[in-house]
């Protein structure tokens, strides 16, 4: 069931469930901004990733196939009654891209950097949506809308806007879905069949993934990654004993930490923070 929050706009969550194939078509305009989980589309003969973070524009009267999903795929959905209503709305939000001749969808990403900024923009979109007593809530709706757009072309937060022109592939997404997962599990787990099972796909299939994109094995990449870490917290954080650091990192001992910096690095920890 859909929120009503005028007669032109309306608002409700898509879940993931549709099988691969499936297909659904948008009647009116659709800004869909993704909250969990990612999924890969096709619209017009073209093919989408959008993951979390991401805002996608669907122009009215198209259909969209399903083509692979995560199982915590979720998207805000915010339907636009209408065309008319759909083409003033974003010609007012987004001025410098808008244009009447524009392909039926189209994808932005925020950098990486600036995706937890993205992420509360997100929920205070849904906490003003769902807030049924709010007499205002159109009106905080539209001012959302207007930061998202201000965040687009005033501020720099987003890249390879409007999708049709990023030359990523659906490896790059994938390998930055990857990395984006190591670093917020890397102090809990190093197994490689560990971020596979995060991205639905096999250990051999994330080793072809790194190995097209980035020439390294997926072992490879989280044992840099957490070295680079280790290095970091070795040079600027000298009130931490190594010790410490070991156990920040989630290494079950110093001594198991200092032999594998070792062997990464060729010297100790110690050593390290003495260059």
Known sequence: MGTQIDRDIY???L???RESGSSFTVKNGMLALCQNGWAKWNCDDKESLISAGDLCIIRPSCTVTLLDSSLDFELLAIHIMGKPQFNSI???LFPERYHKD???LFLIKPR???????????ALLEEVAQ???NPARM???KDIFTLISQMMHKYSLFENEWGTTSVKTWKDHLFEAFTAELARNYTQNRRVDFYAQLLHITPNYLFKVCQMVANKSPQQIINRYIIQQAQYLLKNHHELSIKEIAQQMGFPSQAYFGNFFFREVGMRPSEYRRR
């Open 11 to 13: 608002i409700h969550h």
């Open 90 to 92: 974003f010609k007012k």
């Open 131 to 133: 807030d049924e007593t």
């Open 112 to 122: 990486p950097e600036y995706k937890p900024l993205v992420g509360n923009v997100l």
């Open 139 to 141: 009106e905080m709706l």
């Open 15 to 17: 879940m993931a469930g």
């Open 102 to 104: 524009m392909a039926h």
